[in-house]
């Protein structure tokens, strides 16, 4: 119930950076609740939701992040639906298929855009 209101809260959050062209404010709004998420995860049963969280952290962390997800969203939005559909299926790790492909593709992605530390 806990990890449902956190990714809930996330899913306000990214729907106000919508609306907000995915400026600087309203990206810390979204990196404050995914940072909460990412100490929260496993302690709510989902390492997966951690690591994901995670990723969008390192994604809009920089300044460099954030002016790419400004001119383009899709990967931290790619981030955010990922936790929704993780916990909405259950899937809680990287031992599932699906869990440790998605995390895999959105790691993978960050890494290539060069603009987070790992």
Same mark, same amino acid.
Not at 102 to 111: F, K, W, Y
């Given at each position: 119930?806990?990890l449902? #209101?956190?990714?809930?809260?996330l899913? #306000?959050? =990214?729907?106000?950076?919508?609306?907000? @062209?995915?400026?600087?404010?309203?990206?810390?709004?979204?990196? @404050?609740?995914?940072?909460?998420?990412?100490?929260?995860?496993?302690?709510?049963?989902s390492?997966? #939701?951690?690591?994901?969280?995670? @990723?969008?952290?390192?994604?809009?962390?920089?300044?460099?992040?954030?002016?790419?997800?400004?001119?383009?969203?899709?990967?931290? =939005?790619?981030?955010?639906?990922?936790?929704?559909?993780?916990?909405?299926?259950?899937?809680n @790790?990287t031992?599932?298929?699906?869990?440790r492909?998605?995390?895999? #593709?959105l790691?993978?992605?960050v890494?290539?855009?060069?603009?987070?530390p790992?």
């Amino acid at each position: 119930v806990w990890l449902e #209101a956190d990714v809930e809260r996330l899913q #306000a959050a =990214r729907l106000r950076a919508d609306e907000a @062209s995915w400026s600087p404010l309203a990206q810390e709004d979204v990196h @404050s609740i995914a940072h909460d998420l990412k100490g929260l995860g496993a302690t709510y049963g989902s390492l997966l #939701a951690t690591q994901i969280a995670a @990723s969008l952290c390192r994604l809009i962390e920089t300044d460099a992040g954030k002016a790419l997800a400004q001119r383009d969203s899709s990967l931290a =939005r790619a981030h955010i639906d990922a936790l929704r559909a993780s916990v909405r299926d259950g899937i809680n @790790s990287t031992d599932h298929p699906v869990g440790r492909a998605v995390l895999q #593709a959105l790691e993978t992605r960050v890494s290539e855009l060069g603009v987070a530390p790992r």
